[in-house]
C-alpha cells in the first residue's frame, strides 16, 4: 500500500535514553529515515558531518534562516540547531516515515506548522533515575551536569503538549510501544482514505 | 502500571470478518472483555442468553431504555440492540478495556457520549470481496443477502467518522493493527498523566 509517510517528532530530557531508542527502532523497521539537523555547534569525537549533523558556521545558518530553508530552527545552549526541509519533503513524498529527534521548542514550531505530525516524548522511569543517567555520564563538569538537570526540568513541562508519552524503562518494550504508535497512526481514517478511494467510490457510486 | 480502560467500539459490515478478528485478539490480550449486548432478536443456533447476548422481550428492553440502563440502543433490522452501562463503568474501572462491537449509529451514540472511547472501522479488502463474503455465508435467502448488502453500503458511509480503519485482509496483521492502536492509545499523554503524577509533582517542585 504507497501512502504518503509520517512526519514523526520526538523529544525527551537528556538522560531519556532517546538516542539508543530511535538506534533500535531504525533497526527493526526499513521505512523510516532519520532528519539530519543542521548546527553551529562544534562536532564532538565521532561525530561526521552530513551523517551526525551538518556543521555550519553562524553565518551559514542565518542564511538558511532569511532564505526559509528550514522547517524549525532554535537556540538551545548558545547554538543555533534546525531541520532543513527539502530532504523531509523528498522522503515523505516517497513514502518514507521521518523521524525528527529535537528540542521542545522546535518540537512545537513543528506541530504547529504541521499539526498532521505525530509528537512522541520520552521519558525516563522516575526522577531518580533521570539525576542518576545524567550524572551517570560523567563526561562534564558539574556546572554543566546542573545545567543540563535544569534544561530536562524545564523540557518535561512541555509535556502535555506532546499527543504521546513513552516511559523508557525496559528498552524493548519503549520500542515497541513506538512502532505501535506508528502503525496506529497510518490506520487513522484521514491517512487511510486516499487508499481507501477506489472502494469508497465504488460504494457511494452503487447506491 | 495501574490505569483505568480503552472504550474501544468496534464496528464493520457484515462480511468485514470482524467477529473473527475480535475472537483472535482476545486470544492474544489478557486484559480485555466484551461487552454483551441486550437484543431483542431471536437467538440463533448455538447462541446462548448472557454468554453472546442477553436476550430480552420487546417489553424489557423499553423498560431498560425507561430506566437509562443502556449506553447506546439501536435498531437494526427490526430488533433492538444496546449495551448495558453498569458492566462496562464496571469493568473500566477495573482496568480492563471494553471492547464495544456495535452499529455504526451505536457507535456515534458512544462517541458522543464518551469522546474519549476509541472508535475502529473494520473494512474487508474490497467491494468485490464484500460481495463474495455476503453471499458466500449462504445461510439466507437472496432478499437477506440483498438487504444486507445495502446495508453495509450505507454502513460504510460511516467510515469517516471513526477513529481508526483497519482494512481485514490478512487477518493476523489486521490483529495486529488492532494490537498496535489499543497499546498507542494507551500512551496517549491524557491517559498517561495519571500514572506520571509523581513524576511531574516532583519536577514542578524541585523548581
Not at 528550514?70 to 526541509?85: A, F, I, R, V
Not at 529527534?101 to 504547529?112: D, F, L, Q, S
Not at 481507501?196 to 452503487?206: A, T
Request: aromatic residues 10%; charged residues 30%; glycine residues 6%.
Amino acid at each position: 500500500m504507497l501512502c504518503e509517510g509520517l512526519l514523526v517528532v520526538v523529544s525527551g530530557p537528556s538522560g531519556s535514553g532517546k538516542g539508543t531508542l530511535l538506534k533500535l527502532l531504525s533497526q527493526k523497521l526499513d521505512n523510516i529515515r532519520y532528519s539530519i539537523s543542521v548546527t553551529t555547534r562544534k562536532p564532538r569525537v565521532a561525530e561526521v558531518d552530513g551523517v551526525h549533523y551538518f556543521f555550519r558556521t553562524v553565518e551559514q545558518f542565518e542564511e538558511m534562516i532569511r532564505n526559509n530553508e528550514l522547517l524549525e530552527w532554535d537556540k538551545y545552549c548558545d547554538n543555533y540547531y534546525g531541520t532543513p526541509k527539502s530532504y523531509i519533503k523528498k522522503s515523505l513524498s516517497e513514502g518514507y516515515d521521518i523521524i525528527l529527534e529535537i528540542t521542545v521548542e522546535g518540537a512545537m514550531n513543528v506541530k504547529r506548522n504541521f499539526p498532521d505530525s505525530v509528537t512522541i516524548f520520552i521519558l525516563p522511569p522516575s526522577y531518580d533515575e533521570l539525576r542518576n543517567r545524567i550524572h551517570g555520564r560523567g563526561t562534564e563538569n558539574s556546572d554543566v551536569i546542573e545545567k543540563r538537570l535544569e534544561k530536562a526540568k524545564s523540557e518535561i513541562n512541555y509535556i502535555n503538549k506532546y499527543d504521546y508519552v513513552i516511559v523508557n524503562d525496559d528498552i524493548e518494550i519503549a520500542v515497541n510501544d513506538m512502532i505501535s504508535i506508528l502503525n496506529a497512526e497510518k490506520h487513522r481514517y484521514c491517512r487511510m482514505k486516499k487508499n481507501l478511494s477506489d472502494f469508497l467510490k465504488e460504494v457511494k457510486l452503487d447506491d
